[in-house]
């Protein structure tokens, strides 16, 4: 059986909560394409060019994942997520893990519009960038990382600008997507939105 969810949505929304929880839920496969992006930005970091970077990409950079997980690297694959040939590179590899047997949740900006315009079950999760920049400070803080709040607010807002306004597969929903607003949702509400959906259409 094939079937594929597609999360889009800004950073720090509950798109990687929610879809963990999906893939848990149904037996599918998940993927968090921002890894990708941010492989691509560490190793920019490290001094490499962003399409050698992106065209060099293998499992072991998506190894340590918290590695990743830092405002800085963040950044940095915002900007390299803007170039068209770093998108091209990473297209394929997206699309042959959504179309794998046994059903797959993607969860990213453009997986709705570019990468599966055809998935079954296409969802928008946002919420306010105040909401959240909390959220992003207290997962940090879970990592014992330290960060603070008008830096995180600022860094969110920057990368969604950078993400709404490139020319190449802005973030933006899909017009047959679901929308949710999780500001003022808990997680299990959130979840339980996205579980209804899916089931919906299974
Ligand atoms: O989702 P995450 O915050 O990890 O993504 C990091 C960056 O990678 C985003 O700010 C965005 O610029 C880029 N990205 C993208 N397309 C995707 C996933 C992530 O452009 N499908």
Same mark, same amino acid.
């Given at each position: 059986m094939r079937f594929t969810v597609a999360i889009d949505g800004p950073a720090a929304a509950g798109k990687g909560t929610i879809g963990r929880a999906v893939a848990d839920r149904f037996g599918f496969a998940h993927l968090d394409t921002g890894l990708l992006y941010r492989a691509v930005g560490a190793r920019v970091l490290r001094g490499e060019r962003a399409i050698d970077a992106a065209r060099a990409l293998t499992p072991e950079d998506l190894s340590f994942p918290d590695t990743l997980r830092t405002g800085e690297v963040a950044q940095a694959a915002s900007k390299v997520a803007v170039i068209p040939e770093v998108r091209d590179a990473l297209l394929e590899f997206q699309r042959a893990f959504a179309h794998r047997i046994g059903g797959a949740v993607l969860d990213g900006r453009d997986i709705g519009t570019?990468?599966?315009?055809? +998935?079954?079950v296409k969802l928008f999760v946002t919420a306010s960038a105040e909401v959240r920049a909390k959220r992003r400070l207290d997962e940090f803080a879970g990592r014992g990382l330290e960060a603070d709040y008008d830096e995180v607010l600022a860094d969110v807002r920057a990368r969604d600008a950078r993400d709404a306004e490139r +020319? $190449? +597969?802005?973030?933006v929903a899909a017009e047959d997507a679901l929308t949710l607003d $999780?500001?003022?949702?808990t997680a299990e509400a959130a979840i339980a939105a996205a579980i209804a959906a899916v089931e919906e259409k299974r």
């Amino acid at each position: 059986m094939r079937f594929t969810v597609a999360i889009d949505g800004p950073a720090a929304a509950g798109k990687g909560t929610i879809g963990r929880a999906v893939a848990d839920r149904f037996g599918f496969a998940h993927l968090d394409t921002g890894l990708l992006y941010r492989a691509v930005g560490a190793r920019v970091l490290r001094g490499e060019r962003a399409i050698d970077a992106a065209r060099a990409l293998t499992p072991e950079d998506l190894s340590f994942p918290d590695t990743l997980r830092t405002g800085e690297v963040a950044q940095a694959a915002s900007k390299v997520a803007v170039i068209p040939e770093v998108r091209d590179a990473l297209l394929e590899f997206q699309r042959a893990f959504a179309h794998r047997i046994g059903g797959a949740v993607l969860d990213g900006r453009d997986i709705g519009t570019v990468i599966c315009p055809r +998935a079954e079950v296409k969802l928008f999760v946002t919420a306010s960038a105040e909401v959240r920049a909390k959220r992003r400070l207290d997962e940090f803080a879970g990592r014992g990382l330290e960060a603070d709040y008008d830096e995180v607010l600022a860094d969110v807002r920057a990368r969604d600008a950078r993400d709404a306004e490139r +020319a $190449t +597969a802005p973030m933006v929903a899909a017009e047959d997507a679901l929308t949710l607003d $999780t500001s003022e949702m808990t997680a299990e509400a959130a979840i339980a939105a996205a579980i209804a959906a899916v089931e919906e259409k299974r």
